[in-house]
C-alpha cells in the first residue's frame, strides 16, 4: 500500500509510484525503472524483461520469458534441432547450460585432452584393436541381410496379416538378439555403429557403474533419438558388461503400417508418421525400468496438430499388433514428437486424420436447429426495432444480443469448416471469437442493468441508469470482446484454425481465451442476479407503491438468469465432449445452442403482453377495413332489392 504525504500533491509523487502488475494467483510489485525478480538461469533486460542465460530458453520457446511463471529450461544441444555436430568420430554431450564434445570409445585427441567444444578442435585418433574390425563386420553384415529382406515386396505381398505380423515379430526380436551378442563380444569397442537405406543400428556396451556425466545415455540415429537411463542397462545384479541396442527401420512401416492397431476401426484413417524403432538392453531382457525411456520421432509427413498416438509393436498368439499401452505423448514441435515409454520394444507414432466417425443425424440436427434460431433471432431483432411500447434501455441490450448471436451462428453454420485456406480459416475463428465473447459480453451488461435498476429504486433514479448504460454499453459491448480477441491474436495468431475446424486451438491452453471471459461473465452475472433478488426480497415486504414495478424487475431478472443460463450451458456442455459420453454431449450442445434463439423469442417477444397487443393492433386494423369492405359490397347488392 502506498501512502501520500498529508502535506504533497498526488501528480508530484508519480514518477515515485509503484505500478503493481497483478496476475492470476500471484501479485509481484515492481518499482518503475528497477528490474523484475527473474527465476533461475535468468537475468533482467532494460528494466523491463526477464531473458534466459545462455544455453537456456524459456518454455514458449523465445529467450525472453513473455508470461507469468515461465521458467529457463536447458538447451539440449546434442538434439534435433540443433545437434550440435562434433566432427568424425566424436560425439556430443549435453550439460546443465552448455555441452561438450567427446571422442567416441577407441579414440581420443592427440592433445590428451578428454573433451573440446566444436568440430575444429577434433583431433579424434582410432586406438588399434583387434576386435574392431570384426565387431563392424558383423553389425555391417546384419544391417545387409535385413535390407534385402526388408525391401523384397513380393515376400510380404504374399502373407496374410496374421502370417506378416507373427514374422516381423520374430525378425525384430532375432535382430536385437543378435546386435546384443554382437556388442557384448567386443565389449572394449564401446560402440558400434553400421546403416544402410533401409536400416540405421547404434550399440553401446557398459562396463562400470553409472558416473555422474554417464547418468543418461543418448542415441541419435536417422534423425530418431533416445534416452536410456544407465541404471536400466546395467541392471544392477548383472556380472559383467552390458549392452544396449538402438535400431531404427526406415522401411519396415511400409509391411507393419497403421493397419496393425489393435484400436483401429474399419472408419478410422490412421497412417504411420515416423520410423519404427527398437530398443533392447542385454544380456539379460530388461522387462521393468525404474525410469521411462524418452524417444523423440522425426515427422515423415506435415507435423500434426493433434490426435498423435505414440504406440509400441505388442506380441500376441495372433503375431503382434500395435498399441498404445505404457507409452504416452509428451511433445510436439516442428520436425520431432517426443514419446514416453515405460517399457522397451520397438517403437512407432502414428497420426488418426479423424478422431471419431461422422455422424450424418447430428449433421442434420445442426442445420435444422441453426436455421430456427436465425428465424427466430431475425424475428426478435425486428421485434426489438419496430415495436415503440417496449423500446427501452433494456430492449436495446437485447437487441445487440440478438444481432451478434444472428452473425455467430450464421457464420458458425455456413463458415466453421472451411479449412481449405489457412489463413482464411483463422479469420472465420477469429471472428467466430469475438462475436461469440461479444454475445457473453451483452448479457453482462443486462445483468449490471438490471442490477443498477434495482438498486436506484431506494433512490428513485432510475433514468440515471438509463444515461449511465447508454454511455457505457456499446464501448464494453463490442470493445471489450475486440480488446481480447486482438491480444490473442496479436500471441498466438497460429493457433486460431484447426485441422478440421475454424475455431481456437485446444493446445497450450489457447481455447481459455474464450473460455476464460466466459467463465467469468457467468459468475459476475450469477452474482449480480443474486443481489437483484435480495433487494427484491426486501422491497417486496415493505408492500410499498412500486410493487408492480419491482415485480416487473424480479420477472427481467428470472428471464436474464435463464438467458445466461441457456448461452453458458451450451459452451459448458462443448468443453464436455470427451470420452465415452461425448456423442451424448455433441447431442445436447447442438440442441442447446439452436434453442437460444428460440428462446428469445419467446420469452421477450411471444410471451410479452405488450408485443402481443402490438402485433394484435397491427393484424386488427386491416381485418376491420376488410370488413367494412365486404359490408359495403353485400350493402350495395341489397338496396335495388329493396326499391324493387
Known amino acids: 500500500m ?20 497483478s496476475v492470476p494467483g500471484v501479485m509481484v510489485q515492481k518499482a518503475k525503472g528497477t528490474c523484475p525478480r527473474c527465476p533461475e538461469n535468468a537475468f533482467c533486460t532494460s528494466a523491463t524483461y526477464c531473458t534466459c542465460t545462455s544455453g537456456y530458453i524459456s518454455q514458449s520457446g523465445e529467450k525472453e520469458l513473455k508470461y507469468p511463471f515461465e521458467i529457463c529450461k536447458d538447451v539440449d544441444e546434442c538434439k534435433p534441432p540443433i545437434s550440435i555436430y562434433c566432427g568424425p568420430n566424436a560425439e556430443c554431450q549435453n550439460t546443465k547450460g ?17 573433451q573440446f567444444m566444436n568440430s575444429n578442435e577434433n583431433s579424434c585418433q ?18 545387409e541381410d535385413l535390407e534385402s529382406l526388408l525391401t523384397n515386396k513380393t515376400l510380404w505381398r504374399k502373407g496374410e496379416k496374421r502370417e506378416i505380423a507373427s514374422n516381423v515379430t520374430s525378425i525384430l526380436q532375432m535382430v536385437e538378439s543378435t546386435v546384443l551378442k554382437t556388442a557384448l563380444k567386443t565389449p572394449d569397442q564401446e560402440i558400434q555403429k553400421a546403416q544402410n537405406s533401409a536400416v540405421a543400428i547404434e550399440s553401446r556396451v557398459v562396463t562400470d557403474n553409472c558416473s555422474k556425466e554417464r547418468k543418461i545415455f543418448n542415441f541419435n540415429i536417422q534423425m530418431n533419438s533416445l534416452d536410456i537411463d544407465c541404471n536400466d542397462i546395467i541392471q544392477g545384479n548383472i556380472q559383467g558388461p552390458s549392452a544396449v541396442a538402438f535400431i531404427s527401420y526406415s522401411s519396415l512401416g511400409n509391411i507393419i503400417n497403421a493397419t496393425f492397431f489393435g484400436e483401429m476401426t474399419e472408419k478410422d484413417q490412421v497412417y504411420l508418421n515416423s520410423h519404427i524403432v527398437s530398443v533392447a538392453v542385454g544380456p539379460k531382457r530388461n522387462t521393468s525400468l525404474s525410469k521411462t525411456v524418452i524417444l523423440s520421432f522425426q515427422h515423415i509427413k506435415k507435423p500434426p496438430s493433434e490426435n498423435i498416438m505414440c504406440v509400441f509393436w505388442k506380441t500376441t498368439e495372433e503375431g503382434g499388433h500395435w498399441s498404445r499401452d505404457g507409452c504416452s505423448l509428451e511433445q510436439v514441435n516442428k520436425s520431432h514428437i517426443t514419446c514416453n515409454c515405460t ?11 479423424t478422431s471419431q466417425e461422422e455422424d450424418p443425424i447430428l449433421d442434420v440436427i445442426t442445420y435444422v436447429v441453426l436455421s430456427l434460431s ?6 426478435a431483432a425486428l421485434t426489438f426495432l419496430l415495436c415503440k411500447a417496449i423500446q427501452n434501455t433494456s430492449t436495446s441490450l437485447h437487441l445487440q444480443l440478438c444481432i451478434c448471436l444472428f452473425l455467430a451462428h450464421l457464420l458458425f453454420l455456413t463458415a466453421i469448416n472451411r479449412t481449405e485456406i489457412k489463413v482464411l480459416c483463422a479469420i472465420i475463428a477469429g471472428a467466430l471469437h469475438y462475436l461469440y465473447l461479444a454475445s457473453f459480453t451483452w448479457m453482462l451488461l443486462e445483468g449490471l442493468h438490471l442490477f443498477l435498476t434495482a438498486r436506484n429504486l431506494n433512490v428513485v433514479n432510475y433514468s440515471s441508469v438509463s444515461r449511465f448504460m447508454k454511455w457505457l454499453m456499446f464501448p464494453i459491448g463490442y470493445g471489450v470482446p475486440a480488446v481480447i480477441v486482438a491480444i490473442s491474436a496479436a500471441s498466438r495468431p497460429h493457433l486460431y484454425g484447426t485441422a478440421d475446424r475454424c475455431w481456437l486451438h485446444l493446445k497450450q491452453g489457447f481455447i481459455w481465451g474464450f473460455l476464460g471471459p466466459v467463465c467469468a461473465i457467468i459468475c459476475v452475472n450469477l452474482v449480480f442476479f443474486l443481489l437483484v433478488l435480495c433487494i427484491l426480497r426486501r422491497k417486496l415486504s415493505s408492500l410499498n407503491s412500486e410493487v408492480s414495478t419491482i415485480k416487473n424487475i424480479r420477472m427481467m431478472t428470472l ?16 468443453v464436455l465432449q470427451l470420452g465415452a459420453a461425448a456423442r451424448v454431449m455433441a447431442y445436447l450442445f447442438t440442441i442447446i445452442n439452436g434453442l437460444q434463439g428460440v428462446f428469445i423469442f419467446l420469452v421477450y417477444c411471444l410471451l410479452s403482453q405488450q408485443v402481443r397487443k402490438w402485433f394484435g393492433n397491427i393484424v386488427k386494423p386491416e381485418s376491420e377495413s376488410e370488413t367494412f369492405t365486404l359490408s359495403s359490397k353485400f350493402g350495395a347488392f341489397s338496396k335495388p332489392s329493396e326499391n324493387t
Open 2 to 21: 502506498v501512502h501520500l504525504h498529508a502535506g504533497m500533491r498526488g501528480p508530484s509523487l508519480l514518477p515515485g509510484l509503484f505500478i503493481l502488475l
Open 98 to 114: 552448455s555441452f561438450y564434445c567427446l571422442c567416441n570409445p577407441g579414440y581420443k585427441l592427440l592433445s590428451g585432452d578428454t
Open 126 to 143: 582410432k586406438i588399434a584393436s583387434s576386435n574392431t574390425t570384426k565387431g563392424n563386420k558383423e553389425l555391417q553384415r546384419i544391417v
Open 343 to 353: 517399457h522397451l520394444s520397438s517403437f512407432a507414432v502414428l497420426m488418426a486424420l
Open 374 to 379: 436465425l428465424l427466430c433471432l431475425l424475428l
Open 559 to 574: 428471464k436474464a438468469t435463464a438467458q445466461l443460463f441457456i448461452l453458458g450451458c451450451t459452451w459448458c456442455l462443448g
